[in-house]
């Protein structure tokens, strides 16, 4: 089995920070891209920054300059620091990893249960 797990939500005020953590665990042959999705109340999912195996980073418009995704390929890990919170930003935040569990199994998406962030005075 595989386990994602999120942490580090929580409420902070209108232009502070939060960093939030999601480590993948289980029977793991190899991890290709994580990310971090949110959704607001009445809103579908939307993406909020990807990071590759290698690096490679994505940001959605609405966040880029203030939120940096990082990983730590040895642990599993993906990190979302979030800087200058706007009320807007108000979601659960939701971690993916795209996946593989065995050398000869296909990638899949698994997902983290989600994180409360609310950004209020």
């Known amino acids: 089995q595989v386990q994602v797990v999120e942490s580090g939500g929580g409420l902070v005020q209108p232009g502070g920070s939060l960093r939030l953590s999601c480590a993948a665990s289980?029977?793991?042959?190899?991890?290709?891209?994580m990310g971090w999705y949110r959704q607001a109340p009445g809103k579908g999912r939307e993406l909020v920054a990807t990071?590759?195996?290698?690096?490679?980073?994505n940001y959605a418009d609405s966040v880029k300059g203030r939120f940096t995704i990082s990983r730590d390929n040895a642990k599993n890990t993906v990190y979302l620091q979030m800087n200058k919170l706007k009320p807007e930003d108000t979601a659960v935040y939701y971690c993916?990893?795209?996946?593989?569990?065995?050398?000869?199994?296909?990638?899949?998406?698994?997902w983290g249960q989600g994180t409360q962030v609310t950004v209020s005075s």
């Open positions: 993916n990893a795209n996946l593989r569990r065995g050398w000869d199994q296909r990638d899949a998406d698994y």
């Open positions: 289980g029977t793991i042959f190899s991890i290709n891209g």
């Open positions: 990071i590759t195996s290698s690096g490679m980073t």
